[in-house]
């Protein structure tokens, strides 16, 4: 008797792909430029996402979804700031989907939106393979966690735009080989944008800044 073999891993991308393509039709509709944060946990995606709303709140109208295992911990720090946000619990999920972000846009003021952070699971494995209807895709990685990681977790920085090295203030207490690092993301991903900052300090963060306008400019020249 044959069997049959359900391939799952292509069915559950194949539908994602799906709804992230509706999503993105949808944010494209209101102008929204989205941006997916990822990273592992702790080097640093809330901290950029509050650094960059106190910077540009005054000219663009932000919103965030916050994506996390539990909690709402984070998408309390983004309302103190006044910016509308959604926190996503994916209850023992490690990633994102395109279906959790649909539901998410449904509580969102997208009419009065121009800049929207998906700030995804902490995960070096799999965020990657998820589109969830962004524009750009952001990685983050910091210090602590070593100059090796694009060896060890090579598709999250191949999927990337951006590559942040965050924490730059912690470099006199640490061994980062800054162009081992550099060497490693641009030969998995030769068109990356590499910026070192350090959110506590503000250093090298016009750089990103920069980046992020370019993005904004191009989204809103279409
Ligand atoms: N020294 C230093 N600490 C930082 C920097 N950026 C963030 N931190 C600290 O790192 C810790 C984690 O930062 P978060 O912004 O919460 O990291 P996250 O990626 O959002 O973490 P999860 O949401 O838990 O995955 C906090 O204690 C921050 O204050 C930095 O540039 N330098
Ligand atoms: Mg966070």
């Known amino acids: 008797m044959s069997v049959k073999v359900i391939t799952v891993g292509e069915d559950i991308l194949g539908a994602n792909e799906a709804k992230a393509r509706a999503n993105r039709q949808r ?3 209101h102008g929204i430029l989205t941006i997916n944060i990822m990273s592992s946990p702790g080097a640093g995606k809330t901290s950029l996402i509050l650094n960059t709303i106190k910077y540009l709140k005054d000219r663009l109208r ?3 979804i916050e994506g996390d295992v539990a909690s709402s911990v984070d998408a309390e720090k983004v309302s103190a700031l006044g910016v509308p946000v959604v926190q996503i619990n994916t209850a023992g999920g490690c990633h ?3 279906n959790m972000v649909e539901k998410a846009l449904d509580d969102l003021p997208l009419g009065e939106t ?3 952070f998906i700030e995804n699971v902490g995960n070096l494995i799999c965020p990657n393979a998820f589109a969830l209807g962004e524009d750009r895709r952001v990685m983050i990685a910091s210090l602590p966690e070593g100059d090796d990681k694009p060896h060890k977790y090579p598709a999250m920085f191949a999927d990337s735009d951006a590559v942040l090295i965050n924490k730059i203030d912690l470099q006199p ?3 980062f080989d800054f ?6 993301v641009v030969g998995l991903n030769p068109d990356v944008v590499i910026l070192p900052v350090s959110c506590k300090t503000g250093e090298g963060m016009a750089d990103w800044y920069a980046w992020l306008e370019s993005a904004i400019k ?3 020249s279409k």
């Open 27 to 29: 944010l494209d509709g």
């Open 62 to 64: 932000p919103a965030v």
């Open 96 to 98: 994102l989907e395109a």
């Open 114 to 116: 121009d800049l929207l």
């Open 173 to 175: 207490y640490l061994d």
């Open 179 to 184: 162009d081992s690092f550099k060497k490693t």
């Open 218 to 220: 191009s989204k809103q």
